[in-house]
């Protein structure tokens, strides 16, 4: 038997973005710096955000019919929780594998 | 396909020769394991990031496992061959043969499936006054991923006549297939971004040969490598579109001031390019004295789509002296040059239908910024202050000598002749050469704790005169009082759109960085340990004419692991890093 979480976050501070001071040599390009600098930053810094949640555990058994050969079952469970979709859309999926066979030692 | 297959059929092949035909010989041993299965995979939602790299053809479906490793031996021949088989793309094979009749061979096979994720495109919708920026997904179920496969095969033969003589020779064969997506932008009159699925067939080969020996204090080697780089993917191409003015349309001229304008061309090439690669290598082992050694390299890169070629040679000298079983002392030289051709950029001419104020030539040659003469010398001394706690202690001096870390734009001055009439002076791009000068101090302390654990601590300094940057990176100069026509709404004022001329510095390289670095591995108990590492780097470029960059880098962690029995095992990780850095921002206005 085996399990990892794995946790993952990632985000940016709010940008610090000042608009530019008006002074004599910027005044013919921005005359009214307040206005024509009409830019809304306060939110980019949330749009790249993620969060990602990932289990990963397998449940196995071997049975020894002799001293050479046995035979296993195992499921595994891998499980991702995407809780800040991207640009790549919800990721969020699971894949469950169940195996079973035999091993010969020679 | 039909690769893989024919390996799979060399290694049961290779398996039953191996252990009929070698068990015949006296002495001979073989032993190994077999596991034959199988597996179902049930799937719910979004399954291409999760199974990162399970092959999704096979989800659902019932797949075959077979594994196999298998070690033999005679009284002259040791062998060795694994196999797995996962699933129609996750295989892998290697076999290796040793004799002790100078004759060593390996070869190996190993593929695997990559799922790429798919950009959306919905962040790509926006509009601000007449500027609008939109996407086309032309392939919005498209599934992506890579199919890697890597052969590789070898043998080794000893020159009974030279110490350490050794001939040998290599192959290597790297294949990338799958799909991709390829965006393109177009700028007809709006941003416009669009997505489409690109085909990839791409391979790597790589033949490699060389000797080595020695002859009394001197060791030599040579080697030669051959590599080969084609893409067989196809070729993807688009129609842009007519480029139309932003807010008045199609009617105005607005296909000369872009460089692609209703034409139909193709898109995100990569170029077949080949690679000869030389290397020599000397040691000389001086009893009493000390270990000297000496390289050169030389490589040829040949892009066959551009007919450019890029030029190596790199020179190398190093010398060793322990002057005690406490003090070590290394010192290294290193010197290259690189330089790849320059390229002629053909541009249209800018507003060619305007012959009295466009139609004009903003053409120019390109300096690759990689073009650079390097000098390197490295110090370096370890010191060995008990058996358990070391000291080393290095220094580095580093100059970059390029032609040009920069080129400026072509433009026009405004000498009382307008840039589109007669008389006219253009001003051609100008390289911006600079010489870099690193200088770099390292200090390390090694300590182990008994049987308990060990700890390093180092810093790092680092200052660079000159760093690598861009003289003309951002923020233009105002032609206000310069030309009446900024103003004046003439024809004349479209020269305004490129006639100013950006001033400000640009670099995400600083010129002095301090790093402080620590790891530490301690045993809490003869079932529990813990290792934690802390680093903390700030860096500053003060040399920037108009911000000075800043960038503080924290990154630290812990992972402890405890075993409560000899049946159970627990592991707990945690890493966290933190950039903190700035940016000066000139936002450019699209059309002036």
New interface residues.
């Given amino acids: 038997m085996e399990g990892v979480y794995t946790g993952a976050e990632g985000r940016f501070d709010p940008f610090d973005l000042p608009t530019p001071n008006v002074t004599d040599e910027t005044a013919h390009i921005y005359p009214d710096a307040d206005s024509t600098a009409d830019y809304d930053f306060s939110m980019i810094n949330n749009y790249s955000d993620l969060d990602y949640s990932t289990w990963e555990a397998t449940f196995g058994t071997n049975y020894q019919l002799d001293s050479s050969a046995g035979l296993y079952g195992a499921i595994n469970v891998l499980d991702l929780a995407d809780d800040q979709p991207y640009v790549y859309g919800d990721l969020s999926g699971s894949l469950v594998t169940y195996s079973a066979g035999m091993t010969m030692k020679f | 396909m039909r690769k893989r297959n024919l390996l799979l059929c060399s290694a049961i092949l290779l398996a039953c020769w191996c252990g009929t035909g070698l068990a015949e010989e006296g002495d001979a041993q073989?032993?190994?394991?077999?596991?034959?299965?199988?597996?179902?995979?049930?799937?719910?939602?979004?399954?291409?990031?999760?199974?990162e790299y399970?092959n999704q053809a096979d989800?659902e479906e019932f797949v075959a496992?077979l594994y196999m490793d298998l070690f033999g031996s005679t009284q002259s021949t040791l062998y060795n061959i694994q196999f797995l088989h996962q699933d129609s793309v996750t295989q892998s094979f290697d076999f290796g043969l040793h004799t002790d009749k100078y004759v060593s061979a390996e070869m190996g096979y190993t593929s695997f499936m990559h799922n790429l994720?798919?950009?959306?495109?919905?962040?790509m919708q926006g509009k601000a006054g007449g500027k609008q920026v939109y996407h086309t997904e032309n392939d919005p179920l498209g599934k992506y991923f890579l199919e890697y496969s890597d052969f590789k095969a070898g043998i080794d033969v000893d020159i009974p006549f030279l110490p350490n003589g050794q001939l040998y020779a290599t192959f290597n064969e790297r294949h990338k297939t799958g799909y991709v997506q390829e965006m393109t932008i177009d700028h007809c009159s709006f941003c416009h971004v669009e997505s489409n699925s690109k085909r990839v067939d791409q391979f790597t080969e790589t033949w490699r040969a060389g000797v080595s020996g020695t002859q009394g204090m001197v060791s030599f080697s040579y080697d030669l490598t051959e590599a080969r780089f084609r893409d067989d993917g196809g070729q993807n191409s688009r129609t842009w579109f007519q480029a139309g003015h932003p807010v008045q349309g199609l009617p105005y001229d607005f296909a000369s001031r872009l460089s692609f304008s209703d034409v139909t061309m193709p898109y995100a090439r990569n170029s077949n390019n080949d690679k000869t690669t030389h290397e020599v290598k000397v040691k000389v082992d001086v009893p009493d004295v000390g270990i000297f050694k000496a390289a050169y390299t030389n490589a040829n890169r040949r892009s066959y789509w551009t007919g450019m070629e890029n030029q190596f040679d790199a020179y190398a000298l190093g010398g060793a002296k322990r002057w005690n079983k406490n003090h070590r002392t290394t010192m290294r030289l290193l010197a290259y040059e690189t330089k790849v051709d320059d390229w002629f950029v053909n541009l249209n001419n800018f507003r060619a239908g305007d012959t009295t104020y466009g139609n004009l030539n903003f053409d120019w040659t390109r300096i690759s910024a990689a073009n650079r003469q390097v000098v390197q010398a490295d110090f370096e001394h370890l010191w060995r202050l008990t058996r358990s706690r070391k000291v080393r202690g290095s220094l580095r001096y580093q100059v970059i000598d390029r032609d040009a870390m920069a080129q400026s734009q072509v433009t026009y001055l405004f000498d009382g002749v307008n840039p589109g009439n007669d008389g006219a002076t253009r001003v051609d791009a100008e390289p911006f050469a600079n010489e870099t000068k690193i200088l770099r101090m390292k200090l390390r302390y090694d300590e182990r704790l008994g049987k308990k654990g060990n700890f390093n601590a180092g810093i790092t300094g680092k200052f660079v005169d000159a760093p690598f940057m861009n003289p003309t990176a951002m923020c233009e100069e105002?032609v206000?009082d310069v030309n009446s026509a900024h103003t004046g709404g003439s024809a004349e004022g479209r020269l305004y759109y490129y006639q100013r001329q950006r001033y400000g510095m640009g670099s995400n390289q600083p010129s002095e960085s301090w790093r402080i670095n620590g790891k530490g591995t301690y045993q809490l108990h003869p079932r529990a340990s813990v290792n934690a590492f802390l680093s903390y780097t700030t860096e500053k470029n003060d040399e920037l004419n108009i911000y000075q960059f800043e960038r503080d880098i924290f990154m630290p962690g812990v992972n402890l692991w405890t075993a409560p029995s000899d049946r159970l095992l627990f592991t707990l990780g945690w890493t966290y890093s933190q950039y903190?850095s700035n940016a000066n921002?000139c936002?450019p206005i699209f059309d002036g």
């Fill in positions: 073989v032993q190994g394991t077999i596991a034959i299965g199988t597996h179902l995979t049930d799937p719910t939602d979004q399954t291409g990031r999760v199974g399970v989800v496992d994720d798919h950009d959306l495109l919905v962040n105002s206000q903190k921002l936002p």
